[in-house]
């Protein structure tokens, strides 16, 4: 609502031939196609929707190292190696993002913001100790503080909380289509408004029939369409859930806290909030471990008075009003960790699968990693997100 329709493509009106084709023209899509925009490649991203309008339109653009597994827990999954490994990634991407953000033309608007993850209650405190020694122990920029300074700080009541450094924000909707932009500008295309209705897998390449009936014959595909991607995997990878999120009536200034830091709890589900534009609060979760469109939507006032309720007894001194609301849907996997790779029933295709609260960082590492498949580099990383894991 805020930008609007930023870009217009059309849609697919004739058959085509592309060296790589991707589907989902999201952040995940767009992320992808630009790090394979100068690859030598003919590349072509298509959208059942115009670009961005999925979930990315829906994102909170919470950029944080930390996924929603803890990293002690994320140990016992895939061992402290690959954990750690992960979330350093995760801690490159954000700064990969804002090195992107600084070559687009125009500079795009990006914020290094510092985080802070509170104990949502007193039994929560230990654990959360235990995180941030492990955090400590492999190089993590984060301290601890005690209840009196969380609320001293932040004006926050809680028993405990890791203040990390590294941590960002950005607008993903504006992101993507700057990234889309710079894709065009190129020479490449995108095509809103055009449902892949069949894939056909070759033995030298894949076939995209539209849903108007025309063909798209690519030497590869890439698919990056989020939580929808999953009806083209054959085993189950993930949990569809709903979120809710708002935007509150702007805030005076001297309410707004330390740093504008991003904050989130250890409660499950989770409570989320930072500060966005002209001192607006976007608060965001209470998410529903199920989908359904219907109910989701159906619940969006009641989640709307639910958040309220959560943020006022945490920052006591803030009156927030909600302005606009909605919800969203996002897979869950079992780790916490992304898909990203290849699968044997579905040749030539790749799929760049940013799942959890994650989703941006994720992608980039997808970008990368699919990156370096498509021409033929080996990336060390590759291995932590496979679908054999």
Same mark, same amino acid.
């Given at each position: ?282 608060? =965001? ?9 219907? /109910? #989701? !939507?159906?619940?969006? *006032?009641? +989640?709307? $008075? ?52 994650? =989703? ?9 990693? /699919? #990156? !370096?498949?498509?021409? *033929?580099? +080996?990336? $060390? ?9």
């Amino acid at each position: 609502m805020k930008d609007g329709i930023v870009a217009t493509y059309p849609s697919l009106d004739e058959n085509i031939k592309t060296d790589i084709a991707i589907m989902g023209a999201g952040v995940s899509g767009a992320l992808t196609a630009y790090y394979l925009r100068n690859s030598g490649f003919d590349v072509a991203v298509f959208d059942r929707r115009h670009a961005g309008m999925g979930s990315t339109a829906a994102s909170t653009a919470f950029l944080q190292y930390e996924i929603d597994t803890p990293l002690t827990k994320l140990s016992a999954y895939v061992g402290k190696q690959n954990a750690v490994k992960s979330y350093r990634l995760c801690r490159k991407a954000i700064y990969d993002i804002e090195s992107i953000c600084k070559k687009l033309e125009p500079a795009f608007d990006f914020s290094i913001r510092p985080s802070l993850h509170y104990a949502s209650f007193k039994k929560h405190r230990g654990e959360l100790y235990n995180e941030y020694v492990m955090r400590r122990e492999h190089g993590f920029n984060a301290e601890w503080l005690e209840a009196a300074d969380v609320n001293k700080i932040f004006g926050l009541d809680a028993p405990g909380a890791i203040f990390s450094a590294d941590g960002g924000e950005v607008d993903a909707y504006m992101l993507t289509h700057a990234l889309l932009g710079a894709f065009r500008h190129e020479g490449h295309t995108i095509f809103s408004n055009t449902t892949i209705s069949d894939i056909s897998h070759e033995r030298r390449g894949v076939t995209l029939t539209t849903a108007t009936g025309h063909t798209i014959k690519a030497k590869k595909l890439v698919i990056a369409c989020g939580y929808e991607s999953q009806k083209y995997v054959p085993k189950k990878i993930a949990e569809i859930h709903a979120t809710y999120a708002l935007v509150s009536e702007p805030v005076r200034e001297d309410l707004l806290w330390h740093k504008n830091s991003l904050m989130w709890e250890t409660a499950t589900p989770y409570m989320y909030f930072r500060i966005a534009d002209k001192n607006r609060i976007l608060l =965001g979760g209470k998410d529903d471990f199920f989908h359904n469109p219907q /109910i #989701r !939507d159906a619940r969006i *006032k009641r +989640k709307t $008075e639910m958040l309220i309720h959560s943020f006022s007894q945490k920052m006591r001194h803030i009156n927030l009003k909600a302005d606009f609301s909605w919800a969203g849907a996002f897979g869950v996997t079992k780790d916490g960790l992304p898909y990203i790779g290849a699968i044997p029933e579905r040749p030539h295709t790749y799929f760049a699968l940013g799942y959890g609260g994650n =989703g941006i960082t994720f992608s980039v590492i997808a970008a990368e990693i /699919i #990156r !370096d498949m498509l021409l *033929k580099k +080996k990336n $060390e990383n590759a291995h932590l997100f496979d679908f054999n894991r």
